[in-house]
C-alpha cells in the first residue's frame, strides 16, 4: 500500500493496511476517553466526577458544515471542494457542540485506520443523529505557517442517524433519557498528531445541509416529518465509569 501520512505530510509505503484495528492487525484500536470536564485521555476515567456533558439540540438552529454564508457549489470562485480543511473554530464555541481537547502532545500519536465513535449517550427525544469530528489542534504559535496557529484541522468525522443504532435497515425509536450505546465508524484516516498539537473531539446532532435534519421525533420516514414533528431536544454524552465513552483510535505504535 502506497499511503500519503497527514501531520507528517509524505508518502510512506505498507505491506499491509489498515496498521491498526480490531483484530487481524499489528496494532489494535486504544480509547481516547472523553472525561469530565472536556477533557480527552487515554487514561480511562473513574467514576467520580460529572456523569455527563449535555447540549440543546435545536433542528431550526441547525450546526451548519462550514460558515455561513454558503454560496453556490459550481459559482464561480467556490470554495465547496476545500470543506473538508475548513478551520473549525466557529464550531467549537457553539452552545450545540460539545469540544473535549487533550492536553498538549509531548509525543507523536500515529493513527492508521478507521476511528470508532463509541458514545454511550442519551436524548430527550425520540430519535437523534450525532456527528464526531476528530480534529488536530495547531499550536496557537506556529512560526512556520503563521495562518495555521491555533487551526482545527478536521481528520475523520460521521454521523449516525440514532434510529439505525442497532439496525442499519431496520429503524426503530430511541427510549427517552435512556443510556444506549451508539458506535459506529469514521473515515479512514493516515495521520500523525505532532508535538506541540492537541487531539480534539467534537460532537453535535445536526451536521446541515450535509445531512437532512432530524425532527427529533421518531416518525416512519423522515422525509414526510410534518412541523410539529421538529423539537429540541436535549443531548447527553456519558463519561464516567461503565459508561464512559470514548473514540476509539487506530494507534500505530
Not at 489498515?18 to 469530565?36: A, E, F, I, V
Not at 454558503?70 to 457542540?97: C, H, K, M, N
Not at 492537541?198 to 427529533?216: A, C, E, G, K, T
Request: hydrophobic share 35%.
Amino acid at each position: 500500500v502506497l499511503a500519503y501520512e497527514t501531520g507528517t505530510n509524505s508518502w510512506r509505503r505498507y505491506d499491509a493496511w489498515p496498521l491498526s484495528c480490531d483484530s487481524g492487525c499489528r496494532g489494535k484500536l486504544q480509547p481516547l476517553y472523553l472525561n469530565p470536564g472536556l477533557q480527552l485521555s487515554f487514561d480511562p476515567p473513574g467514576r467520580d466526577g460529572e456523569a455527563y456533558a449535555e447540549y440543546i439540540s435545536d433542528p431550526a438552529q441547525p450546526v451548519p458544515y462550514r460558515v455561513r454564508p454558503i454560496g453556490p457549489v459550481y459559482a464561480e470562485g467556490s470554495t465547496w471542494g476545500q470543506w473538508l480543511v475548513d478551520d473549525q473554530r466557529s464550531f467549537s464555541s457553539r452552545p450545540d457542540v460539545l469540544t473535549y481537547t487533550s492536553k498538549i502532545l509531548k509525543k507523536p500519536v500515529a493513527l492508521g485506520g478507521q476511528p470508532i465513535a463509541n458514545l454511550f449517550a442519551s436524548t430527550s427525544g425520540t430519535d437523534c443523529d450525532f456527528v464526531v469530528k476528530l480534529i488536530d489542534v495547531y499550536p496557537e504559535e506556529y512560526p512556520a505557517q503563521p495562518e495555521l496557529a491555533g487551526y482545527q484541522l478536521m481528520i475523520s468525522a460521521d454521523i449516525l442517524r440514532g434510529r439505525y443504532r442497532n439496525d442499519g435497515t431496520h429503524p426503530s425509536p430511541i427510549p427517552a433519557e435512556k443510556v444506549e450505546r451508539f458506535r459506529w465508524a469514521l473515515p479512514a484516516v493516515n495521520h500523525v498528531f505532532l508535538p506541540g498539537h492537541r487531539i480534539m473531539v467534537q460532537i453535535q446532532s445536526s451536521w446541515f445541509p450535509l445531512y437532512d435534519r432530524n425532527p427529533q421525533t421518531f416518525v416512519e420516514n423522515i422525509f414526510w416529518a410534518k412541523a410539529e414533528d421538529f423539537r429540541k431536544a436535549v443531548q447527553r454524552i456519558y463519561q464516567t465509569g461503565a459508561n464512559a465513552s470514548s473514540i476509539e483510535l487506530p494507534l500505530v505504535q
